[in-house]
């Protein structure tokens, strides 16, 4: 992309003279930002880099460039629509503690107010009691009176503090609970082509350095913003009321102040965003790199990641360096406009004390005033930042939750208690990004009976499964379970009564037991048993050192792909469902006990079976055997049927019966190793 905008730019130079070079170059940036922002926009860099001839290609550019503008503009508004329903959202789960923040407001009011008390009183101790500072005063004995009064004044404002800090502590913690709460439910309804689309350190940081942001701010930044701009209307009043030339004198900073806040603001946005994607992505190349870590080690190619980490690395800090360079020109001038007002006041008010238009009373006052409107002056920059970090945090973690999942259950789903088993695919074509995964598929299957799915890899036996299951939608056709529409029924009736092993075993940080259990937690033991015998899982966890209370990793390490795949295949077991499918489950296990899966099944009986298998001798005895070629279905009938003709099955069977023969659905007897222990364990 970026080499058409370079030929964009390069015919733009040649078609126009320099006047209008300048308009170039900012069309041009408008197509980088478009780009920057996701928008394909080949069409208009394609084309301008192919006409290059005077006048139609001058009007061609000149109505690309209004496109671009328009488009250009289309994009902030939608920005701008999107900041706003990211912040519905957000104010969504503040809602629930507002009375959180309103007390805590009400408090922060009573200490900003509190602090008018202690200057008056400083100023009242100058001109009342000190007088003109020589000799005792008479009314020396009112002094302690008054710093009994400013002491039980920074008392009680440290009080009211506590309460206040703790208020929005508080608050911020339990808007978290439920916005983590909820960010984590939405992440669960997500189809699989978000995962897909999303990588999972991605999301992890939505859910790490997002939320802190979030947190930050409403513990930190609602009040401080409230807080300052209080102390500053107060600090201001009061001023005022001592001497309006002082006051008018003190607010010509303000414009200012303004000016180069906005200024900071619009220019840190797109920085702090940056930042974020950038943070993104160096947790999404840590999260890869840590779950493929055997991977690297296999290919001994630590260098190699290193390198690509210290890329992302690098990125990441000149992001936040770029972010760092804004906030630190003007942090100082913020520093330097507060630092100032003392210059105007002892200006001013040293002229006015010295011609006698102010007491030396009033100018400590205003000079302890002081510090309330250095400190909002002096913390602008920082809440600014701090605001930046929060919105575009919330932008972020909004994009993610509000993508809408394309598979959901129907408004008026049809009722269904439990399932049958009977499975009907109706000419049902399936395509992935235009792609052709599945062509007029059609196939019925009835409650109880085997089916055998024989096909190469990438054919397309696995999307049939993931069909049933509803993980997509097809693209034509239909696909019925019990006679009904699985687009018609309510997900979570479907999916409970399907009990799925895949091709790549998924064990969770947990006890055996609990990875077999995991789909009914509260069964007794001996049903945790029962599933892992048929799966013959039984024997070899009994070996393991703490039997079913061995905990395995989060991708079961220390477990063999064979017995990774038995417990997968107990877990799918246990469930008891109408229909179970097992996608290359027995793929990683020898063949006995593969035979011995399949005979154990066989006599469970009310089950609907689907088989994918390499090996003949896995679906030899299917009811019916489907045979997958190329998103079509083949081949369709029984092992008999299928060998009588001149095909696929047919050419496989022959080339597997020769090459290793067949054990032709016999009991099976054992002899690797691994059975051997298997079978000492088990019986
Ligand atoms: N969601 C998807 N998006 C894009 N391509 C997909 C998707 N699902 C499957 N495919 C593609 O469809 C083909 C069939 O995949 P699959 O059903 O997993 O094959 P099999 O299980 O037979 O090995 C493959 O080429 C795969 O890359
Ligand atoms: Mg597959």
Redo the contacts with the bound molecule.
């Keep these: 992309m970026s080499q058409q905008i370079k030929s964009f730019h390069f015919s733009a130079m040649d078609l126009y003279w320099n006047r209008n070079r300048r308009k170039f170059c900012r069309t041009a940036e408008y197509i980088t930002q478009a780009l920057r922002q996701n928008i394909v926009f080949s069409a208009v860099t394609g084309a301008a880099a192919g006409s290059c001839s005077s006048g139609a290609a001058r009007k061609f550019v000149r109505e690309q460039r209004k496109g671009v503008h328009r488009m250009y503009f289309r994009m902030q508004e939608n920005e701008k629509a999107q900041w706003k329903a990211a912040m519905r959202w957000f104010y969504g789960y503040l809602k629930k503690y507002r009375w959180k923040i309103a007390v805590g407001l009400l408090l922060c009011t009573v200490t900003s107010v509190l602090f008018i008390v202690n200057p008056k009183i400083t100023g009242y101790i100058v001109d009342d009691i000190i007088g003109d500072g020589r000799g005792i005063s008479s009314r020396i004995h009112l002094l302690p009176r008054a710093l009994i009064i400013m002491c039980a004044v920074t008392l009680l404002n440290s009080v009211v503090r506590f309460g206040y800090l703790w208020m929005f502590e508080t608050c911020s913690q339990d808007t978290l609970y439920d916005m983590r709460d909820g960010v984590y439910r939405s992440l669960l309804q997500k189809d699989?082509?978000f995962y897909?689309r999303n990588r999972t350190g991605d999301l992890m940081s939505r859910q790490t350095g997002d939320m802190m942001a979030i947190r930050h701010f409403v513990a930190f930044v609602i009040y401080n913003i409230y807080e300052n701009v209080l102390l500053f209307v107060i600090a201001l009043v009061m001023i005022f009321s001592v001497d309006w030339r002082i006051g008018f004198a003190m607010i010509t900073v303000l414009p200012i102040t303004a000016f180069l806040s906005l200024k900071q603001a619009k220019e840190l946005r797109p920085r702090f965003m940056h930042i974020r994607d950038c943070f993104s992505s160096l947790n999404a190349l840590a999260q890869e790199n840590i779950s493929g870590n055997r991977v690297v080690r296999a290919f001994a190619k630590e260098d190699y990641e290193i390198e690509k980490f210290d890329r992302e690395n690098a990125q990441y800090r000149d992001a936040e360096l770029s972010a760092a360079k804004i906030w630190t020109n003007f942090i100082p001038i913020f520093e330097v406009l507060s630092s100032l007002l003392t210059v105007i006041l002892m200006a001013v008010g040293g002229v006015m004390c010295i011609h006698g238009q102010m007491t030396l009373g009033n100018l400590v006052m205003i000079n302890s005033y002081l510090w309330m409107l250095n400190q909002p002056l002096r913390m602008f920059g920082w809440l600014i930042n701090d605001y930046q970090r929060f919105t575009t945090s919330v932008v972020k973690i909004y994009a993610t939750v509000s993508e809408k999942p394309a598979i959901q259950t129907p408004q008026y789903p049809k009722k269904k208690n439990s399932l049958r088993g009977e499975v009907e695919f109706r000419d049902v074509s399936y395509r992935?990004?235009g792609?052709p995964?599945l062509d007029h598929v059609s196939f019925h299957v009835q409650p109880g009976q085997t089916v055998g799915i024989l096909?190469a890899?990438?054919?397309?036996?696995?999307?049939i499964m993931n069909l049933i299951c509803r993980f997509?939608d097809v693209t034509d056709g239909a696909v019925l379970v019990d006679g009904v529409d699985v687009r018609d029924m309510e997900l979570h009736t479907l999916r409970s009564g399907i009990g799925l092993a895949m091709q790549d075993v998924f064990l969770f940080s947990d006890t055996i037991e609990g990875n077999i259990a995991y789909g009914d937690p509260d069964c007794p033991f001996e049903k945790v048993v029962w599933a892992a015998k048929i799966a013959d899982a039984d024997g070899f966890i009994r070996a393991m050192p703490d039997g079913y209370d061995t905990v395995v990793g989060e991708r079961g390490i220390g477990l063999s792909g064979g017995q990774k795949q038995r417990i997968a295949l107990a877990r799918a077991i246990l469930k008891e469902p109408s229909i179970i499918i097992l996608d290359d489950t027995t793929s990683a296990v020898d063949m006995e006990t593969e035979s011995y899966i399949q005979h154990e099944l066989k006599h469970l009986k009310k089950e609907t079976v689907f088989i994918i298998a390499q090996r003949i001798s896995s679906l030899r005895d299917a009811d019916l055997i489907l045979v997958?070629e190329n998103g079509k279905i083949s081949e369709m009938g029984t092992h008999d049927e299928l060998v009588e003709k001149d095909g696929y099955y047919r050419t496989v069977y022959l080339h597997q019966l020769g090459s290793v023969g067949l054990p032709a659905g016999k009991q099976p007897g054992r002899s690797s190793g691994e059975a051997a222990v298997d079978k000492a364990g088990r019986r």
Excluded: C, H, L, P
């Design positions: 699989f082509a897909n992935a990004d792609e995964i096909g890899t990438g054919s397309g036996k696995s999307t997509f997958v």
